[in-house]
C-alpha cells in the first residue's frame, strides 16, 4: 500500500486479530479458508458524499472487489476508497473485518450487528454462487446489486417478486 512502517504514527491504525475473524466469518466460512492468522491490511479513506465505494486488492484470490462492494453496501459504507492487500495470496476475509472496525473508528458511528452478519453471509453467498454457476464473477455481483437496488427502491418486496426478479435479472 506504500505506507512505511516509520509513518504509522500518521495514520489512525486498527488491528483485527484471528479470533475477531473467526467471530464475524466462523458461521460462513469454512475454518481453514480463515486460517489461523490475520494477514490481510485494509486502507480506508472517507470520500465526499456521492464518489460511491472504490475498491482496489492486491494478492487476493477469494474476496473480489465486487463481493466487497455489495457486502459493504449492505453494512451502510457508502463513499469510501479503499485498497485491500495481502503480502502474498491469501483469502482477504480478515480485511473485510477490518474494513467495518476502521468505519467504525473514522466515523465514531457503530454498524448494527445485524446488518454486519448480514453483510457477511452475503459475502459467502456470493462466493458460492460464482464458484457454483459457470459464469462471470462479475455478472453475478452485478445481479446481486441490481436485486438490492430494486429491493431498496421498493421495487419489489414479496417471495413472488423476489423469485421473478432473480429469473429475470439472470437472464439479463
Known sequence: ??????DFEQYDVVYVNNSEEHEYLDAYVPKEKIGTRSLSSVFICLEEEGTGVNISTYHINYCTVGMYKN???TAGITDASIIVAGPFDISGTAALVGTFKAYE???GETLDESVVDAAMDELVT?????ESIDGDAE???AMISELKGRIAR???DS???IAAA?????KE
Open 1 to 6: 500500500m506504500g505506507i512505511k512502517a516509520e
Open 71 to 73: 457486502a459493504l453496501a
Open 105 to 107: 473508528e473514522l466515523t
Open 126 to 130: 456470493t462466493g458460492e454462487l460464482e
Open 139 to 141: 455478472d453475478i455481483e
Open 154 to 156: 421498493g421495487e419489489i
Open 159 to 161: 417471495t413472488e417478486e
Open 166 to 170: 432473480i429469473d429475470e435479472v439472470a
